[in-house]
């Protein structure tokens, strides 16, 4: 069975291993928002979030009992999956994480890292580093590219009052960009 096709990356764990693993995974997902761990690991926990939420937008008992089977501590977060977690997403037809690679933290002992999200929340970084890039566009009077306003659709599309959350975030980064220059300025004098 060499090259054969698998049904999921086995993590290099026994089955009850690797299971406990991604839950743990999910669960911190769930409470955070956002987690820092290996690429395979996060594509492998972007699984089993996107059935979790799946379950959430059901909310019937069954899913209820499903969505407690994952998580290492329901009585504590399925009033956020069931809440919040499920307003958010209920319009969003599907696509409820994003895995987003990133350099490790030494290149020496660790592999591909990864950041996995939840979007449209609040620890978005596609949504922060999109306004970032128009502020400083805006700055520097020049247009947006074809990337930047394909990100800007993105970004603002399944939010709700997305336009003005945007506008408020792109305020926030111009201001502190200024604050920062002014202390630059004032070092140098």
Do not use: C
Not at 119 to 127: E, Q, T
Not at 178 to 184: A, G, I, P, T
């Amino acid at each position: 069975m060499a090259g054969g096709h698998v049904k999921y990356r086995h993590l290099s764990r026994t089955s009850s291993h690797r299971q406990a693993l991604l839950r743990n995974l999910v669960t911190e997902l769930v409470r955070q928002e956002s987690i820092h761990t290996t690429w395979h690991k996060a594509k492998e926990a972007q699984r089993l979030a996107e059935k979790l939420i799946t379950f959430a937008k059901k909310d019937n008992e069954t899913s209820r009992r499903k969505a407690q089977g994952i998580l290492f501590t329901p009585d504590e977060l399925m009033p956020k999956l069931f809440g919040p977690l499920r307003e958010r997403y209920l319009d969003r037809p599907g696509g409820y994480t994003r895995v987003l690679r990133i350099m490790p933290k030494n290149k020496y002992d660790q592999g591909d890292s990864a950041i996995l999200e939840l979007v449209d929340g609040p620890k978005d970084m596609r949504f922060a580093l999109t306004a970032a890039a128009v502020a400083r566009d805006r700055k520097l009077n020049t247009g947006h590219t074809d990337i930047t306003i394909k990100n800007i659709q993105k970004v603002t599309q399944f939010r709700k009052e997305g336009r003005d959350e945007f506008e408020a975030m792109v305020d926030k980064v111009s201001k502190l960009r200024l604050n920062k220059e002014e202390v630059k300025d004032k070092k140098s004098e």
